[in-house]
């Protein structure tokens, strides 16, 4: 338990420590939730109700999407994991702490949006508080376990920057953070369900926001946690100590089971 | 249990069409420094790697202890401290950091004595990626013995350093073989080896090409003793005759070298030459074989001594 602690601790200081973590864990998040809070809640007045799950969405995405996978690669590819397995640090810990230090960071850059957004922006509040923690730890732990299978099964940096975009730039544009995905062309929102995005947007606006939902949001909340299961197993399964020793007939293409219950809900759910 | 810390049988590890390493078998004595020498590719790494559990042996046995690394990966943990040739720590973790992840992750305390000891003690809450290649190696060091492991596995550690670092970590190697623990020592320094090595093993081509001694090793070569003689008017250079028991001899710059099989027969004829024709001695080293020679001898087919 000292070496798990010890490890989350290191692995926590480095979202702070390094500028490129620094900038997506929080700068970024936060700078962009200025800038649409200044800009969208006048622009557009169906933006403020959503606001604070679309900015925390942002900053999920932040961390999870374009900031935890790329120390994966870079460590394995620095010969790190291997010092670290001769060290007797578990595949366990490695495929975890990152995945508790996404917690940690984008709770706080979460509680910072959610107390101002209401006072500067005039944002919408959760009507069901135990419901909105709920549904940002279920988020985090589905967001946080895709971006630790994008790490363990990128080759090389310019796969996560691939395989990541494929997720993040979607989930801008069509994943309910700027339009409800119910505004969307059918065939759109079809595409829309494949997203996490519109599975957490719908799942806060139905049971912590006392809005409507686009569908029944009990079907997100088990879209998220089985794709956040599946990707969290998937990371432990398919993890590689070095590039060299990739383990026999553990096939990253495996990774894509993960999608399976996005598929499922983008074929069965009405709308 | 024999006095093995290491013990490797008939060892293969094959990638793809490319036997890396090719059936070899040693052993590593309790509290012996061991050598493991050869050229780029002989298979050095490799091994070093299948004893640290890092890579699986095509077929063959390897025992630390008495224990498979392979099958019994977490055993091996507080075994071996293992210093890798690559970096092995994240760019902006500090030292101080480093030493207590490590020693939380093999449960004991931290050592910054260690630390100070290896001149790191003003840089505890320096990041890795900025210290200089010398401390990187020595946090390294301190890193893989901080844990007191029987057996210490080093992979080229004095590779890059200046004078001073080098010496110092000959003296941290020497510590830790007076208390008691085993070393293997991959380099490619056959100085390094020869001092510090009580007995060497030359990979060449996945193969043992010669395992023994230092001393046992340059005994067993073509014993040729060297002799540099520099003169004043260099008069050697124009001497077309062979002096006695001399097998081949070479210019390098001031220098007539001579290759002898009986530097107490050669020397003299030499004085004598130089005296018949007037010329003076400047300078003359007599140098018996070094590991170097013997080791050229092996890996390079076409080297004799002086080639």
Redesign the interface.
């Known amino acids: 338990m000292t070496a798990f602690f010890h490890h989350f601790l290191y692995d926590f200081r480095i979202g702070l420590r390094e500028k490129s973590l620094l900038m997506l864990n929080y700068l970024f998040p936060l700078g962009f939730y200025a800038l649409m809070g200044l800009l969208m809640t006048g622009l557009n007045p169906t933006f403020a109700p959503t606001m604070i799950p679309s900015m925390i969405l942002v900053a999920v995405m932040a961390n999870t999407m374009l900031g935890l996978p790329n120390p994966i690669v870079e460590s394995r590819e620095a010969g790190i994991f291997r010092s670290f397995k001769i060290n007797g640090v578990p595949a366990g810990s490695i495929v975890t702490i990152p995945v508790l230090s996404s917690f940690v960071h984008i709770l706080l850059v979460s509680a910072i949006i959610t107390i101002t957004a209401v006072p500067f922006f005039k944002a919408g509040m959760p009507a069901h508080w135990g419901w909105f923690v709920l549904i940002l730890l279920l988020t985090i732990f589905a967001f946080a376990s895709i971006g630790m299978l994008i790490g363990v099964v990128s080759p090389n940096s310019r796969s996560i920057v691939l395989f990541s975009q494929l997720i993040f730039l979607p989930s801008m544009l069509l994943g309910g953070l700027m339009i409800p995905s119910s505004m969307l062309p059918p065939a759109l929102y079809r595409v829309s369900l494949l997203l996490p995005t519109v599975h957490s947007m719908n799942a806060w606006m139905g049971l912590a926001f006392d809005m409507t939902p686009v569908f029944n949001p009990v079907w997100s909340v088990l879209i998220l946690l089985s794709s956040g299961v599946l990707a969290f197993a998937f990371s432990i399964y398919l993890f590689n100590w070095d590039n060299k020793n990739r383990l026999k007939g553990r096939n990253p293409l495996l990774a894509l089971i993960t999608w399976i219950p996005f598929v499922l809900g983008a074929i069965f759910i009405p709308g | 249990m024999q006095d093995d810390v290491v013990l490797v049988e008939d060892f293969r590890k094959v990638y793809g069409n490319i036997n890396a390493v090719d059936g070899i078998s040693f052993e590593v004595h309790r509290g012996e420094i061991f050598g493991l020498l050869g050229p780029n590719g002989a298979g050095k790494t490799t091994t070093l790697e299948s004893l640290?559990?890092?890579?699986q042996p095509t077929s063959g046995s390897l025992r630390i202890l008495g224990v498979d690394p392979t099958l019994q990966?977490?055993r091996l943990?507080?075994m071996?401290g293992?210093q890798?040739q690559?970096?092995?720590?994240?760019g902006?973790?500090t030292s101080k950091?480093a030493m207590?992840?490590?020693c939380?992750?093999?449960?004991v305390a931290p050592r910054p004595d260690l630390l100070v000891r290896l001149g790191l003690g003003e840089k505890l809450s320096s990041q890795y990626s900025t210290l200089s290649t010398g401390l990187q190696r020595r946090l390294s060091l301190a890193?893989a013995v901080a844990h007191d492991p029987p057996l210490v596995l080093l992979d080229e550690p004095t590779a890059g350093l200046d004078v001073g670092s080098r010496v110092e970590l000959h003296e941290v190697m020497k510590e830790l073989k007076a208390k008691g623990s085993t070393i293997i020592l991959a380099t490619h320094d056959m100085a390094e080896a020869e001092k510090m090595a009580d007995r060497v093993a030359i990979l060449l081509k996945g193969k043992i090409a010669a395992t023994g001694t230092p001393t046992q090793l340059t005994a067993a070569g073509s014993g040729l003793v060297k002799i540099s003689v520099s003169s004043e008017t260099g008069v050697l250079k124009s001497y077309t005759g062979v002096f006695p028991e001399v097998a081949q001899q070479l210019i390098k710059d001031e220098y007539l070298i001579y290759y002898s099989s009986d530097a107490g027969t050669t020397v003299p004829a030499i004085f004598d030459y130089l005296k018949a024709h007037g010329d003076h001695l400047v300078d003359l080293r007599v140098e018996r074989p070094s590991l170097e020679d013997r080791f050229l001898e092996i890996t390079q087919p076409d080297y004799s001594n002086g080639g």
């Open positions: 640290e559990g890092l890579r990966p977490q943990n507080n071996i293992v890798l690559a970096s092995g720590l994240p902006s973790m950091e207590e992840f490590f939380a992750y093999h449960h890193l």
